[in-house]
């Protein structure tokens, strides 16, 4: 059973902004924490971003830090996370994954919900 449910990846030329969504229960998701991350073809997966369910604290991936910003919407029925991506480089090019977890981390291995991945392709 699918959660976490991203969507907005797609092809974006080198400099140019995306923004990823990840849509998911609010009766489950308030109070998780949620992260992004990201795995390149032939490469391990990456923290991106992190939020916490509530606050201004957020956690950045050093690759990605002043280009990229997460933030969430804490609605009735429907948590949604998002990653604005700015100034993107090919280097960005990877499936971009939504994770729920208990608190803001950037390991994998806390995050225990995962979405099934958008497709982002930068091209140069």
């Known amino acids: 059973q699918v959660q976490l449910v991203e969507s907005g990846g797609g092809l974006v030329q080198a400099g140019g902004s995306l923004r990823l969504s990840c849509a998911a229960s609010?009766?489950?998701?308030?109070?998780?924490?949620m992260g992004w991350f990201r795995q390149a073809p032939g490469k391990e997966r990456d923290f991106v971003a992190a939020?916490?369910?509530?606050?201004?604290?957020?956690?950045?991936a050093d690759s990605v830090k002043g280009r990229f910003t997460i933030s969430r919407d804490n609605a009735k029925n429907t948590v949604t996370v998002y990653l604005q991506m700015n100034s993107v480089e090919p280097e960005d090019t990877a499936v971009y994954f939504c994770?729920?977890?208990?608190?803001?981390?950037?390991?994998?291995?806390?995050?225990?919900?995962w979405g099934q991945g958008t497709q982002v392709t930068v091209s140069s």
């Open positions: 994770a729920a977890g208990s608190r803001m981390t950037m390991s994998s291995r806390e995050y225990n919900f």
């Open positions: 609010a009766r489950t998701f308030s109070y998780s924490a």
């Open positions: 939020i916490p369910w509530s606050g201004p604290n957020t956690v950045y």
